[in-house]
């Protein structure tokens, strides 16, 4: 693909500092450009690199003296790169309703929407149109699926389920199976059916291997604009708001409920019957066994407030010297009460 420089800066709403002419073709990052790239500066310690730069175009907030090249002066230059990359990249997608799907007759597929190779999807569901459904993905009766969503290869979505608008969801998720739920009895273990559902709002990213399981009764929720990595597992009942970022590895039990714009870092375990309020950050494999006030942020095990586990790991690497010093204090007490 080849843009001029006009253009790119037309889509970003930006300002050309030198030649408007200059014809781009690719992406790359400042340490890497070459003649015919365009690149970004966010940050004034990469402005030696961008000096020496061979892109032919960057993306600034304000101009860099002594680059070469074209500038385009923005407010925010990541994010302004960010979506100048879906320019340039060829997505990944499919058209249409392939012979091998295998669709209920009671299901209806809107306009536009595309079915992709061995999917199946039974009776009463629903998708809207613009959704993108790759090849290998199950779809359980009942379920909807709104407008713009992606599903890729080898996602299973469980009966009931709801995904809002511009969803995406990545290979080898799983929506709506069911909760651990179980009663003890004479040492065995009777499972309680999960008969509730999963709700999807919109504009929800999912990552690869998630599992997000159907409530007991009722609702499993994650709320418009939360972001999910990798490998997470949320649980049963719980309700997770807005706006939340909750990285790769992140545990959440049961009947939770986290409130909007949370961020929980990687490896981090939240028990169940507890509130996360909003604005709370969770550090990497912190283990929350209380409920949290808004806008704290926690590290450690048990997590506890981050400046009081940082005082406390502090004196615990201290330990062993404390511990010499302390006996060195009794032996010479003891000498002293023996020479007396």
């Keep these: 693909m080849r843009y001029k420089v006009s253009e790119i800066a037309k889509w970003v709403n930006g300002t050309i500092v030198g030649d408007k002419n200059v014809i781009i073709e690719g992406l790359a990052s400042i340490e890497e450009c070459k003649q015919g790239d365009i690149s970004f500066v966010s940050d004034k310690r990469f402005i030696p690199l961008a000096k020496k730069s061979k892109a032919s175009a960057l993306i600034v907030n304000e101009r860099i003296e002594g680059f070469s090249g074209a500038q385009i002066v923005v407010e925010h230059p990541y994010l302004v790169f960010t979506r100048l990359v879906e320019k340039f990249i060829e997505k990944r997608q499919i058209r249409g309703i392939d012979k091998t799907a295998r669709i209920s007759p009671s299901s209806e597929i809107e306009k536009d929407a595309s079915i992709g190779a061995f999917c199946i999807i039974e009776d009463n569901v629903f998708i809207g149109e613009k959704s993108v459904v790759f090849p290998h993905v199950f779809i359980g009766k009942g379920s909807f699926i709104g407008k713009n969503v992606t599903i890729y290869p080898n996602v299973s979505i469980l009966e009931k389920s709801r995904i809002g608008n511009n969803v995406i969801i990545h290979s080898g998720t799983v929506i709506g199976s069911d909760g651990f739920g179980f009663i003890t009895k004479d040492n065995k273990h009777y499972k309680i059916p999960q008969i509730g559902y999963v709700q999807i709002e919109n504009d929800v990213e999912i990552g690869a291997?998630?599992?997000?399981?159907?409530?007991?009764?009722?609702?499993?929720?994650?709320?418009?604009?939360?972001?999910?990595?990798?490998?997470?597992?949320?649980?049963?009942?719980?309700?997770?708001?807005?706006?939340?970022?909750i990285a790769a590895q992140v545990g959440i039990a049961g009947s939770t409920i986290i409130e909007d714009n949370v961020k929980l870092a990687g490896q981090a375990g939240i028990v169940g019957h507890i509130k996360i309020e909003r604005g709370c950050i969770v550090a990497a494999q912190a283990g929350v066994t209380h409920s949290l006030k808004k806008n704290i942020v926690v590290s450690g095990y048990p997590a506890r407030e981050h400046k009081l586990a940082k005082r406390l790991n502090a004196l615990i690497s201290k330990l062993p010297q404390i511990y010499n010093d302390i006996n060195k204090l009794k032996n010479f007490k003891r000498k002293k009460e023996s020479s007396k």
């Design 209 to 245: 291997n998630v599992t997000i399981d159907r409530a007991t009764l009722g609702k499993t929720v994650v709320g418009e604009g939360t972001k999910i990595d990798n490998l997470v597992q949320i649980a049963h009942n719980v309700q997770i708001g807005k706006n939340c970022l």
